[in-house]
């Protein structure tokens, strides 16, 4: 019989101003971007979209909550997306772009700590990673360059994807490991925010040219994980980036052994 393939969740992206030409007026719309999806399938993962859960709301909920996806779904995917509102990690609102979703907020940081309190592996995409670190004491740089963080942008809006720079991996670090023992890599870049303070337990793994942190893990066990670029947009084809395949894999694979272990347990 074929092992059950783990299944993966991943949180929606919000637009609340849907383009006309889309139709759905006055309507939001939840959605995924097609490549962080086919990343998680290529891995051998079955993966579902989390549509957003709340107590208050335009439309009545169920008593379906956070906990249920934690407990029905071997592991959880953050995407990319709008800025972190301030506020979750206690400052005021001074240099973020665009508008910040704080119901996306509330809600991710909500899922988050439901699949750590179940055991389940986590994966944090750019503002995903931002989430994590913000979501166990961490801060952020609101704005690199405002901030004085750097003095090299770590965005340009006019080449997105094709924007990047090397990194500086830490000798040893479990991203070295996965890539048999490298320190030294380039990867996309399309963020304008990134790690100020640590959060507690976790350790840094890489770091941009200029110092700005660009992947973060905690420490003990479980898989919680953060990466600041986008692996999901390292197509095959882009030889002189850092594979997606080996992160993705041991994110797969722990979610399997996890749930292995706990249908185990329940039996």
Known sequence: MK????????????????????????????YLEQS?????????????M??????EGDIKRSEIDVEDYAQRLDGLILQGGADLHPATYGEELRACRGTPDSVRDRFELA????????????????????????????????????DG??????????AYDLHGHEISIVEG???SQLHEGITVARVN???????RRLAPGFVIEARAFDGVVE???????????GVQWHPEFHWPQASDLLSPEPLMGAFVDTAARVADALGATAN
């Open 3 to 30: 092992p059950r393939a783990p299944l993966i969740g991943i949180s929606p992206r919000i637009l609340r101003d849907v383009p006309k030409e889309l139709g759905f007026r006055g309507k939001t719309l939840q």
């Open 36 to 48: 962080v999806a086919h990343w998680a399938v290529a891995a051998g993962a079955v993966v579902v």
């Open 50 to 55: 989390i549509p957003t859960v709340q107590r």
């Open 111 to 146: 899922l988050l700590h439901a699949f750590v309190a179940a055991g389940k592996p986590v994966l944090g995409i750019c503002r995903g990673m931002q989430l994590i670190n913000v979501a166990f004491g961490g801060s952020l740089y609101q704005d690199l360059v405002d």
């Open 149 to 158: 963080a750097t003095s090299h942008d770590h965005v340009d809006a006019d």
């Open 173 to 175: 670090a479990l991203l």
């Open 189 to 195: 870049s399309i963020h304008h925010q990134a790690v």
């Open 215 to 225: 992947a973060i893990r905690r420490e003990g066990d479980g898989f919680v994980y």
